[in-house]
């Protein structure tokens, strides 16, 4: 969109979407590139059974409850490490990462391997 903008003139606006662009590629890649597995994960926020839950909270940290509407709690960690193809979409359509990006090309090969 900062591209298009540009080309028609509209340089404040230009400016402004591009570093929209930036600040989400840096959240994508701050959330969700896994240093210790070295590849992007699925997604966020996934539901756990409460075991699941409390083995995680006592090795990564990134656990939480939440209390749900009719009040029970369930439980939540984060990192969903399911291979999915769909993180592709982060060179192609979406022009986050380039092809030679060696974080992608880590999780393209993780992908392969799945």
């Given at each position: 969109m900062g591209q298009a903008a540009k080309i028609i003139g509209e340089h404040q606006l230009a400016i402004s979407w591009l570093e929209k662009a930036m600040s989400l590629k840096e959240r994508i890649i701050g959330n969700f590139w896994d240093f210790d597995a070295q590849r992007f994960i699925r997604s966020g926020w996934?539901?756990?059974?409460?075991?699941?839950?409390?083995?995680?909270?006592?090795?990564?940290?990134?656990?939480?409850?939440?209390?749900?509407?009719?009040?029970?709690?369930?439980?939540?960690?984060f990192g969903d490490n399911t291979p999915d193809a769909s993180l592709l979409g982060l060179v192609y359509p979406f022009g986050v990462l380039v092809p030679n990006d060696p974080r992608i090309q880590h999780t393209v090969r993780h992908l392969a391997a799945s």
């Amino acid at each position: 969109m900062g591209q298009a903008a540009k080309i028609i003139g509209e340089h404040q606006l230009a400016i402004s979407w591009l570093e929209k662009a930036m600040s989400l590629k840096e959240r994508i890649i701050g959330n969700f590139w896994d240093f210790d597995a070295q590849r992007f994960i699925r997604s966020g926020w996934i539901a756990v059974s409460r075991a699941e839950y409390e083995k995680r909270q006592d090795s990564s940290g990134r656990v939480r409850e939440v209390l749900a509407e009719k009040g029970y709690v369930s439980y939540q960690v984060f990192g969903d490490n399911t291979p999915d193809a769909s993180l592709l979409g982060l060179v192609y359509p979406f022009g986050v990462l380039v092809p030679n990006d060696p974080r992608i090309q880590h999780t393209v090969r993780h992908l392969a391997a799945s």
